[in-house]
């Protein structure tokens, strides 16, 4: 199975940046989550990778050879971008076997792909009257048709009810499972590091995070504690004392860092404070995200 | 590679069948050309009574039988521009080069397809355009018949013609990427450009008009005798035949270049 190697990308429109000497390698047989805030390049990163862009520096390759230089590119990459790329004109049938045609692809496939999007009872209709959600579907079909070993797929929920959610994040994990590299883009954290096992965290083109889904988010478990107490000012002197810090002070409720939830438990008892409410603070998934694409330097180690 | 064009051929072929407005855009350039054809040669002959010695003298039934060609050549031009900016308007563009990455076959396919479209069609009209035309003027004025000397060869021309024009509005359409300027531009090289040579001094017009693309239509390739100053009809295709290569050598230079 092939991999994605990027290795310094650069693109720059006018005067912005939009990929800033990228480096990364997304490996087979397990599902990467490509995470950055919307504007960070991702999508930049994907038709670079795709050749519908020229870098300015640096060569994406899948298994070693330019997109450009595939003989059938659509068996070895599969790819749903997040422009629509279908005219509304045409039917859903007809997109898929002009596409199947092009790459020496059987009939055959595109109704198994119909069926396989749930599509099959729309295929004859125009996609200009489709849905964001089924037009995301057959989406996916033009990037299954091919049955690639690589999908790149960005912001493919987009559009999805809770039940095509669902459906995509199962269908990914399958193709990873089955030994296949899948790439897949979002803005939001939450929703890949269900489905993610790696993850590549970009801002502004550059990458500063390339690491496991857990490795990431056990960054967010900072040890802020809540606590409620009708004494507060005897609450600082303790916890000061023992080597906590105070975060934050509001009327009866303090945020107190650097000391874990049982530990603030023992020094009240021990002192015969009142705690109306003792509460470990986790961070959101997002909070860490926001943290992460906020900091200058990469962090992480390639793989 | 040859076996790979056969698949493209196949492809452009599909996405042309699969759009109604390519079909529609065709059917009207027929079904028009014919008709204005038609009525211009009703017209001749209702008025052949009181045309000048000189027109008598330069009267080319198999020419006037074509002239709904200058009709025919904005419908295919459109058809042309169409093929091409239709995919970059809705975004195409990017899942025919993901399939096609090299990007010159993709243009090279899509000619093939749509000017093979386009020359059937102008054949199409050609023909039948001259036949009416003929019928029109039979008995009443003097026509042409299919055999004469170079009858046959500026009827078939004329339909070259138009295929050639279909060729030019593709490369423009790749050029400017956008419909209404490709429209606009395709125009202007057809219709304002011989309007504003008409308008410029004789010697001008007889030097530099005959190299325009509406007077090689008309004057020189769909033309039994050649017109005063215009190119000889082979001339004229090759002249006409050497834009349209140039045009889409600038093309296909301009589409593997830029980012789509």
């Not at chain 1, 870098?55 to 994406?60: K, N, Q, S």
């Not at chain 1, 595939?70 to 049938?93: D, S």
């Not at chain 1, 997109?95 to 295929?123: C, K, N, T």
Request: net charge neutral; charged share 15%; glycine share 10%.
């Amino acid at each position: 199975m092939d991999s994605i190697e990027i290795s310094g990308l650069t693109k720059r429109y006018g005067d912005t940046t939009a990929v800033d000497d990228l480096t990364f390698t997304v490996s087979p047989g397990r599902v990467t989550g490509f995470l950055g805030p919307n504007g960070a390049g991702k999508s930049t990163t994907m038709r670079l990778v795709l050749g519908l862009d020229r870098p300015d520096a640096g060569i994406a390759t899948i298994g070693g050879t330019r997109y450009a230089d595939l003989a059938e590119p659509m068996r070895r990459v599969g790819a749903l971008l997040e422009a629509r790329a279908l005219h509304p004109g045409r039917t859903a049938r007809n997109h898929l076997r002009y596409l199947a045609y092009s790459q020496g692809i059987a009939p055959a496939r595109v109704e198994q792909m119909l069926e396989l999007v749930g599509l099959a009872d729309v295929a004859d209709k125009r996609v200009g009257g489709f849905s964001l959600g089924m037009g995301q579907r057959l989406g996916v079909a033009v990037a299954l048709l091919g049955d690639p070993s690589v999908l790149m797929l960005d912001e493919p929920v987009n559009g999805l009810d809770i039940e095509g959610v669902r459906w995509i994040r199962t269908l990914l994990r399958d193709l990873a499972d089955e030994g296949r590299t899948v790439l897949l883009s979002s803005h939001l954290l939450s929703e890949v590091s269900v489905t993610a096992d790696h993850l590549v965290v970009i801002r502004g083109g550059r990458l500063v995070a390339n690491c496991s889904t857990a490795e990431l988010l056990d960054r967010g478990n900072d040890n802020e504690v809540l606590v409620v107490t009708p004494e507060p000012d005897r609450l600082a002197g303790l916890v000061r004392a023992s080597g906590g810090r105070i975060l934050a002070v509001d009327g009866d409720q303090v945020s107190v860092g650097d000391l874990t939830a049982p530990r603030i438990g023992e020094l009240a008892a021990a002192d015969r404070l009142v705690l109306h409410e003792l509460t470990p603070q986790r961070a959101s998934l997002e909070d860490t995200f926001v943290e992460l694409t906020r900091e200058l330097s990469p962090v992480g180690s390639a793989s | 590679m040859i076996v790979t064009y056969d698949r493209l051929l196949r492809a452009e072929w599909t996405k042309l069948r699969s759009l109604r407005s390519s079909g529609w855009t065709m059917v009207a350039m027929v079904v028009s050309s014919i008709a204005l054809g038609t009525l211009l040669c009703a017209v001749v002959a209702a008025h052949w009574s009181s045309a000048s010695a000189a027109d008598r003298a330069s009267w080319d039934p198999t020419n006037q039988s074509l002239v709904g060609t200058i009709f025919g050549q904005l419908a295919v031009a459109v058809f042309g521009v169409l093929a091409v900016t239709g995919e970059y308007a809705s975004g195409t563009i990017r899942a025919s080069v993901a399939a096609v990455p090299k990007r010159t076959p993709l243009l090279v396919a899509k000619a093939a397809v749509y000017g093979g479209v386009a020359l059937v069609s102008g054949e199409i009209v050609s023909l039948i355009s001259f036949f009416i035309g003929q019928r029109i003027f039979q008995g009443r004025v003097p026509y042409a018949t299919f055999g004469q000397p170079g009858v046959a060869r500026a009827v078939l021309l004329a339909g070259v013609y138009l295929a050639l024009i279909c060729l030019i509005a593709m490369a423009l359409g790749v050029v400017l990427r956008h419909t209404a300027g490709a429209i606009t531009a395709i125009v202007a090289l057809l219709l304002v450009l011989p309007a504003i040579t008409a308008a410029l001094p004789t010697s001008f017009q007889n030097s530099v008009g005959r190299f325009l693309p509406e007077q090689i239509g008309g004057g020189s390739m769909g033309a039994v005798v050649p017109e005063p100053h215009a190119l000889g009809p082979w001339v004229g295709t090759a002249v006409l035949a050497g834009y349209a290569l140039v045009a889409m050598l600038l093309a296909g230079r301009m589409l593997a270049r830029r980012d789509v």
